[in-house]
């Protein structure tokens, strides 16, 4: 069943059962006072006698088919899964206990209060609790809100009522092993939390206390540690110096900019509690950006990590392990535990546990860490793998980690396929389109000039890194100060096959006192692909700074996109962007710039053809993985 019809169904069942419930009080409630009244009337006729026998039969079997309604949601309610609970949130234990007291009323009256208290909320509980974090709200009223670099559309609304971020969270890091970085990271991480949260309390752990913490913010606690203390002693001492409710476990941090939406973070551990823990994207020193998502799998020996999500909420997609800071009750990671006796394998000995006890983490991805990912020997899981009789790790990336034993086509025909709604696009024709792509933006990074993935093509990158299954098109943008620059590579463009046709009176004048415009369309094996030029570039601006501009892995090829690429998507597509619509040329758009609203895919001209995305879930990119057979994910089950 389609999400938006499931959760249609599950909100309409609710208020069904409201009104079930307020019916059968209130017919309980005329059945006893029926019971109570004294009839003074001795000349009772037999015509009234037989009309109260007709109401008292239908009474019972009205009373039956709602025993039956109850029995039957109470059914479907057991037998949902985390996940599924999730997106009721607190209305599903609201829901529950509502038709446990409607079954409790039938036996007695007992419960009428408490069944009419739930839905009428006296004047001394309304507003007593106070939210942690402000509601979040999407500010504009089209999606060209935030344009050109959407770093603005959802945002947290002022409120009157919620708890100061210093009292909720304490930020835990270290630079034990990026204390090389210059100017050092700790200096940086400690200036962003001043800057946009000057009294929170952070625990800092490093191998040698600088002299200069307390000059740069109070409210820090050193944790000093040797070269051969192992990650989970060291995480473990630094927990126990967190007093509040949340911690921001931040290995490896570089900075702390505004691109940590703490408040964010707070809001789906606050308002989901079947969430453990809530991460986000990454970028690297080398501007290489990922979501931060991988899945997990032991079988036969081996532990395979593999990048990508199966299912998502709040614009959030579940993870088995997150590789970068991530957010969690204090309280339940002190249950959890970190174990002292490993090093790097710990915190994927963390993750193992909340899979186990099917507990959910998720990753946010328009929210982003600056971290340094460091290069880590085998020997450094040598305990995990041991713990675990792990004999083979398989990482993100194919690299292969061995524990106790050891052994040691381009698709290009000069035309496309003729594309269909309801019909994802042939392999061979994606790859035709990702080569296209990789090729123009390897050519102006060889160049020197400054090219980006825009629009629905950084989307496949964020949600696929690859191209849509469904693409229909490729759209790239180039600062346009390069655009003659640019049109000098048409050379070796139409060298590779393509077309190339700079369009004429395309530049205009003026943003920010700089030329904009320039327009380039190409043909590349039936696929069109149009460069547009941009006054100003993110990727500009990191280099003027001396920093490396963000990269994304596309289809095997690292390339250049805006500084936060899941911010990006976010505010462009808005809300319910990691579940899956097809192309608004194939769902009768007027253009892209309509919002997110995936419901089910088009129907497939042939259902039973091996393309149809109909197969597909809206939900989780992992399924259209060819290593994935989506049949065998199970959901955790309660």
Known sequence: MARRAYTTFLCLSFFLCVIVALQLVNHFVMVRNADTECNCDTKFSEEKRRDAERKSTLTVKKSKKLDEYVSGMLELLGDMNEMEQAELGTNFRRLYEVLQDIKETK??????????????????????????????????????????????????????????????????????????????????????????????NVVYITKKKPDDVEKIKSNVKIVEVKDDTKQGEMWDTALHEVNTKYVMVAQHLTEFD????????????????????????????NGHWDMGCLQSMFQNWTLTLQGGYYMSFWDCVVCEFTPGPWLARTKEVMELQFDRTLDFGVFYDLFWKIKKQKKIAVSCPDIMFNIDRTKVGDEKFVAFASKHDIKK????????????????????????????????????????????????????????????????????????????????????????????????????????????????????????????????????????????????????????????????????????????????????????????????????????????????????PNEQHSGCLSQYSIDGNMQFDKNICPCTYQAPQR
């Open 258 to 285: 505004d691109d940590i939406n703490l408040k964010r973070l707070v809001r789906i551990l606050s308002e989901q509690p079947d969430v453990t823990f809530a991460s986000a994207a990454y970028r690297t020193r």
């Open 393 to 604: 790790i398989v990482e993100p990336n194919n690299q292969v980690r061995w524990y106790g034993c050891r052994h040691g086509v381009k698709h290009k025909r000069g035309s496309s396929c003729r594309k269909h709604k309801g019909l994802g696009v042939p392999p061979c024709d994606l790859e035709n389109l990702a080569d296209a792509v990789k090729l123009i933006m390897r050519e102006c990074e060889n160049a020197g000039l400054y090219c980006e993935l825009q629009m629905g093509t950084l989307l496949g990158a964020v949600k696929f890194n690859k191209v849509l299954p469904w693409e229909r098109d490729a759209d790239l943008t180039f600062l346009t100060a390069n655009y003659s620059a640019i049109q000098k590579l048409g050379k070796k463009f139409q060298a590779a096959g393509y077309s190339f046709s700079p369009h004429k009176n395309s530049l205009w004048c003026c943003v920010d006192g700089r030329q904009a415009g320039g327009e380039i369309s190409m043909s590349a094996d039936g696929w069109s692909v149009v460069l547009y030029g941009q006054h100003l570039m993110e990727s500009e601006i990191l280099a003027t700074r001396g920093e490396a501009p963000t990269k994304i892995d596309f289809a095997g090829q690292m390339v250049t996109v805006v500084r936060n690429p899941g911010l990006f998507a976010r505010n462009r597509y808005g809300t319910n962007l990691y579940r899956h619509q097809e192309h608004w040329l194939d769902r009768g758009k007027q253009s892209g710039w309509h919002f997110y609203d995936p419901g089910k895919f088009e129907g497939c």
């Open 107 to 200: 036996n007695g009256i007992r419960n009428t209060r408490k069944l009419k208290e739930q839905f009428i909320p006296s004047p001394k509980s309304k507003g007593s609790s106070t939210q942690e974090v402000c509601p979040e709200k999407f500010l504009g009223t089209t999606l060209t809100y935030g344009y050109p670099f959407f770093r603005k559309g959802f945002a947290t609304l002022n409120c009157s009522q919620f708890v100061p971020m210093k009292e909720l969270v304490t930020v835990v890091f270290d630079d034990v092993y990026t204390s090389t970085i210059t100017p050092p990271a700790y200096q940086r991480v400690l200036k962003g939390i001043k800057k946009y949260y000057p009294k929170m």
